[in-house]
């Protein structure tokens, strides 16, 4: 019985002792990684150098990879959207951004800066609407003392014929976008009750805007003169279908080619030859006929017409088929005529 249990025990002992050699040699080894290995670098076991471990296997790969990548060209596509490229940009990006101004939607324009720029005698920008264009234009709707005006019963007085200081002078000729609008050199001016008046320049309508006695004439040119305190006194010449006016002719021989454009004449102009033989006329107090309708304008409106050939009329209305202001009420204003 002995025996036997010493027999048990003795293989118990043998098959402990063959376990502790088959155990692996990575158990010790665990107590010796401190002297073992290196600080970074992981120690493995001699006996088992002949089986890799698969960490480290991939480790190889992943630095085989990174090794290949950094050798390989750089991406100009890739470096612009690194991870680190991302917050740089973003405030240059938001920098940018506050540069540029907001685009907004197209707001309808303002009327004052619409209708200013484009004023007409007819459709939206036409005569009945120049007064809410602009505050400036208001007496175009407001104003009690408009022109044109259809003069009828004026009071026949002795009024003193206008004494006219015309001189050949240079000149300019400009389309203004309204009418053709000659600018004449300084040397031309009027001299009525006392006060001496500047021609600064003069412009066509097509038909005359003025009526005498319902009677409208083909064409009208208006004279404006400005003193020096700047009050303006315009002269009124109605033109009739007949033979050419030599003053009118080189104006249409000087007209730009392009609106806006001024051209200067190489020729001179006597504006003499722009008025009737017969100095008769009509005065009234009335504003300009074009925006801002400014009033407080002294109006004398030739009693006889001037003639102008149908080719002379044709030209002008190539440009300007109507630009006449309606008749505005006379709104019991006086009306005075010469004798």
Partial sequence: MRTRSFLVALVALVT??????DAPASEPQAEAKPEARPAKAEARPPARAELPDPMD??????AEKLGATKAAPANPNVLRVAARAEPESAPAVAAAKAAVPKQRPAAAPRPEHTHAAHWSYEGEGGPASWGAMKPEFAKCASGTRQSPIDIREGIKVQLDLVPFDYKPSAFRVIDNGHTVQVNVAPGNSIE????????VQFHFHRPSEERIDGRQFDMVVHLVHKDPEGRLAVVAVLLER?????????????LP???GEEVPARDTLDLGALLPPERG???????????????????MVMKQPVTISPEQIGIFARLYPMNARPIQSAAGRLIKESN
Avoid at 57 to 62: M, S
Avoid at 242 to 254: C, H, I, M
């Fill in 192 to 199: 009525v009750m006392g006060r001496r008046y500047e021609l």
């Fill in 57 to 62: 296997r991939l480790r190889e790969r992943l």
């Fill in 281 to 299: 006329y009509f005065t009234y107090m009335g504003s300009l006929t074009t925006p801002p309708c400014s009033e407080g304008v002294l109006w």
């Fill in 242 to 254: 007949g033979s050419a006016q030599p003053v009118v002719q080189k104006v249409w021989n000087n």
């Fill in 257 to 259: 080619l392009e609106k």
């Fill in 16 to 21: 402990h002792l063959a376990a502790a050699a």
